[in-house]
């Protein structure tokens, strides 16, 4: 899966220029490109407008910033739509006009979560969980239910593995709790539940 990590401004723009160009040649696999793919032409025309205009002077050079901004949000947009639609299938990744040369970082959803065991808090009434580093989480989500079956509640959705501490729960009620390691890309598989008896 891609991860977009252009800084170039020229770079970006050829780039978008392809991907329009691949996404829109390609439409038996891109059936319905996210955004529209007319909404990414006009930005093209406008930064294609910006680049001509360029002399140097803080105004245009500021535009060109700008504009900059509005090309790499729509690549990500179309970063999101492509690994939805490619699955991790390479062919399929480079038929959209992203490839493994412009886009050198890659990035996948996280596997799946696992929790090693799950202690009483500092405070009462409260939880720990301790867990297993999920390569490619940069934060943890942590659900619980009175039901192993949910429906689940979030209690937080940016922990990290060192601070899993869970507070103000109900003393004596069993809970299950369960955990997901996420990024930019979305949240991976959650762990299997596990229950919970807070004092």
Known sequence: MLHCKVRDTEKLYQLARKVHTFLNTNQDIFTDPDPDLAKLLVELNKMKDCLNAKDGSKQKNQAITDQTVVLCTLLKDYIVYVNKIAQ??????????????????????????????????????????????????????????????????TVTDHASLRNMEMRDQIRGLTIYIRISGGNTLGWGPPSEPAAFMPR
């Open 88 to 153: 991790g299938d390479r062919g399929i990744i480079l038929l959209s006009g992203f490839d493994y040369n412009d886009e050198p970082a890659i990035r996948e959803i996280p596997a799946r979560a696992l929790i090693k065991r799950i202690e009483d808090g500092s405070t009462p009434c409260s939880f720990k969980v301790y867990a297993e580093r999920v390569d490619g989480a940069d934060r943890y989500k942590v659900e619980t239910a009175t039901n192993i079956d949910g429906p689940w509640t």
